[in-house]
């Protein structure tokens, strides 16, 4: 490659001295000068014409210098602008028509999410603020994927509840959880870093597409608030193992959502809810207005 | 305070007003398997739903009848299931054609109802008894409010349940142009001829006169 | 969609359906409940013809409504041996109903429904509809739906504390009779205990309870004229149609 590159180097040095060569003689001399100007122009043009001269035996040179390729150059969807295609045998035209589509989609989305993303401040994994100082790399969010699964697997032991895992993009994972016949959690991994969790009802659907939609039911919105600051709670940068086990045990405590009555008022319902908070240690259930009483 | 209408009020409400589809206007043909690619092509060309490839079905149809005291005609359901993925039974009552010989196509009343799986069971309940099945494979293709398909119609061979056991009825698709509208929309059997006419010389689709053929469709 | 329950509120002597409705509505306001619109389900019966001359029962197909799900209809078809198949259809099922006119014949007289409000509490739904057929007043059926629980089993404790806390009434700690655990043959020929309240919720099942209640006060009406629903709305005509009716053309209605 270096010698191709070279040669065309020389290639394109000797194009460019032939044409200031050719220049110099259409300039020609001023017409008034007399045997000076028109000795010097010719030796100029001499000189010219030995440089071209040289120049030319150096392009040869290298270009006996250079090896047949063993093998023909591949390149890439480029060698089909050579070939005269019918456009339906290569039916280029509706994919094109896609892949432009899609990288328009691409580009506005990725721009709404970048402003919206952005405007939030409190985020857990990524410091943009700190970015003058330099940080210590956070552990917690960039294990591989093999660690996470194995995590996961380590914590899919609770009867009646089952975890689906799947990986929408690259290697962070999103656990679907489902509790018994209760409800549904999808959890949304950062590395081993808990970002997001979503719960919805038993007949609700929570798919990969649809992560981020509420639930339609009162309660489960209510347990994904309690959820969220769970999340925070159980959050620790030094044992993100330890902080997604306990989390996840937590989480399950939910399977007795609608059978247990709240352990301080002895009631099923307040305000139409039934005890949506799971204490932190204890995982006793509580309503929302009792447990602070 | 506004009181709900029961269901039986907002349906005759959409019956009074003409936004209940329940006339079907069809036109049928048929093509030989060594031609169906060039139909394909054209029709891709024509129709809207060709994005990507074109949209494919997988049918069992099963015509039930029940026997009516007060009328040598009996009443016909057909019930159809999507064998390759999981929709709801479709279930449809075709009425006699209209014999008017000015339309340009033919049109009988249809009435189609999405059911649960049951169906067949509580048909069978009814009193309904078994006519004939049969497997539809095909193209579906969409145009405007025009729906065209391109099938073919499998036998099914008693007895085996593999889908290699049954066999093709002929050696050709069928093909059927139709849309199904509220009454009193006149001009669908003329844009239905317009789009007929472009499809010719491939396949020459007409009003097939049922009578003629003599017993039932 | 989520469990219901549908309980029958008995009524007082001398009270007229419509004070207690207007009663029970009051009770749920305070409690905290929102008003948000109307219900109706309604239940019309049709009966094959003719009647089998072999003193079989006939079928008897039950073609019900709910606003709750106002896309469809709901229709239990009974085929007098006490085999019930269910089958939700779209709408349109109610016009191929009156195809088959000749075979089956709605009776009209016992066309029955339940109206009225429909108050929200959390995730609660409360319905408390006055019971008519015929125009004639015949009861209140309290409605009760827990829409974010798909199994009884799990939130009738919740269920029960809200009825009674605004019932007034005390409510079994049992499982209503529509849940409770029945003898049913599995597809090998086997009898075996099916523990309804421990099954997956349906919009069907709520469809069902309504035909079993709707039934009984058919019932009624036939077994003891106008006696049930002394003081209803109607007045002193209540039932009078009932009475009308001959016992013959019962037959086949509901079970034994």
Redesign the interface.
Do not use: A, T
């Given at each position: 490659m270096d010698k191709l590159n070279s040669t065309l180097t020389a290639v394109k040095n000797l194009r460019s001295n032939v044409k200031q060569c050719f220049e110099h003689l259409a300039d020609g001399t001023d017409g008034e000068g007399g045997e000076e100007s028109r000795n010097k122009f010719v030796h100029d043009f001499q000189e010219r014409f030995g440089a071209i001269n040289s120049q030319l035996r150096e392009v040869e040179q290298l270009i006996n210098g250079l090896q047949v390729p063993p093998t023909a150059y591949s390149l890439g969807n480029t060698a089909y602008l050579a070939q005269e295609t019918s456009q339906d045998r290569q039916a280029l035209y509706?994919q094109l028509v896609n892949s432009y589509k899609w990288i328009d989609k691409v580009h506005d989305h990725s721009f709404l999410a970048f402003n919206n993303l952005n405007q939030n401040t409190l985020r857990r994994s990524y410091n943009y603020c700190s970015q003058k100082r330099q940080r210590l790399p956070f552990s917690s969010f960039n294990n591989d994927p093999d660690h996470i699964d194995k995590l996961l697997s380590e914590i899919n032991t609770a009867p009646h509840t089952s975890y689906r895992i799947f990986r929408p993009f690259g290697t962070n994972a999103v656990a679907i959880v489902t509790i018994s016949?209760?409800m549904k959690a999808a959890i949304v991994f950062k590395g081993v870093l808990i970002e997001w969790v979503t719960v919805k009802?038993?007949?609700e659907p929570l798919e990969h597409d649809d992560l981020w939609a509420e639930?339609r039911?009162?309660?489960?919105r209510k347990v994904q608030e309690h959820a969220h600051s769970a999340m925070l709670h159980f959050f620790s940068p030094t044992l993100p193992d330890l902080a997604v086990k306990s989390y996840v045990t937590w989480l399950n405590s939910h399977i007795k959502?609608?059978?247990e009555?709240c352990k301080r008022c002895g009631?099923?319902?307040a305000?139409?809810?039934?005890p949506t908070w799971r204490d932190l240690r204890t995982l006793e259930p509580f309503h929302e207005e009792c447990r602070n009483c | 305070m506004a009181s709900v209408s029961s269901a039986r009020e907002s349906l005759s409400h959409a019956l009074n007003n003409r936004f209940l589809p329940n006339l079907e206007y069809l036109l049928q043909g048929s093509i030989l398997d060594s031609a169906v690619e060039h139909l394909m092509h054209r029709l891709k060309g024509l129709c809207d739903n060709v994005d990507t490839s074109p949209e494919t079905f997988h049918d069992l149809e099963v015509c039930m009848s029940l026997r009516q005291p007060n009328s040598n005609q009996p009443l016909l359901l057909r019930v159809r299931r999507a064998l390759g993925r999981d929709a709801p039974f479709q279930m449809r009552y075709l009425g006699n054609p209209e014999v008017d010989q000015r339309r340009p196509t033919l049109v009988r009343s249809c009435m189609d109802c999405a059911c649960t799986n049951g169906i067949l069971e509580f048909l069978t309940e009814m009193g309904f008894r078994l006519e004939f099945e049969y497997i539809a494979k095909g193209y579906m293709f969409r145009k405007g409010r025009m729906k065209i398909t391109v099938s073919k119609l499998i036998k099914i061979v008693p007895g085996k349940q593999q889908d290699m056991a049954n066999e093709p009825i002929s050696q050709s698709y069928i093909v059927e142009l139709s849309v199904v509208a509220p009454t009193g929309q006149e001009n669908v059997g003329e844009e239905m001829r317009v789009f007929a006419e472009q499809l010719k010389p491939l396949v020459q689709l007409e009003k097939i006169d049922y009578k003629r053929l003599g017993g039932m469709p | 969609m989520g469990v219901t329950v549908l309980q029958p509120y008995p009524l007082p002597e001398g009270k007229s359906g419509a004070h207690i409705i207007d009663q029970l509505g009051k009770r749920l306001l305070a409690l905290g409940a929102t008003h948000s619109g109307q219900f109706l389900v309604d239940c019309e019966t049709f009966i094959s013809t003719p009647q089998p001359h072999n003193g079989a029962p006939g079928r008897a197909v039950h073609v019900l409504h709910n606003s709750e799900y106002p896309a469809s209809t709901f229709s239990i078809i009974d085929n007098g041996t006490g085999k019930q198949v269910s089958l939700v259809a779209d709408n349109i099922f109610d016009l191929l109903m009156l195809k088959m006119t000749n075979t089956f014949t709605s009776k009209k007289q016992t066309k029955i429904e339940s109206r009225g409000a429909r108050f929200e509490y959390g995730d609660f739904v409360i319905k408390l509809g006055s019971v008519t057929m015929m125009e004639h007043f015949k009861g209140i059926l309290i409605e009760i739906e827990y829409k974010s629980c798909v199994i009884l089993a799990y939130c009738w404790e919740m269920i029960r504390e809200v009825l009674q806390g605004f019932l007034g009434i005390g409510v079994a700690k049992e499982f209503p009779s529509y849940f409770a655990t029945q003898t049913i043959m599995t597809a090998m020929g086997q009898q075996q205990l099916h523990a309804k309240h421990n099954d997956i919720y349906e919009p069907m099942d709520t469809v069902k309870q309504y035909l079993e209640q709707f039934t009984n006060y058919r019932k009624h009406v036939a077994l003891h004229g106008g006696m049930v629903s002394g003081g209803g709305q109607g007045g002193p005509t209540v039932g009078q149609p009932g009475v009308h009716i001959p016992p013959s053309s019962m037959v086949g209605m509901g079970r034994p």
């Open positions: 509706p016949n209760v009802g038993f007949d639930s039911y009162e309660v489960f959502l609608f059978l009555p009631k099923f319902v305000n139409g809810l039934p | - | -």
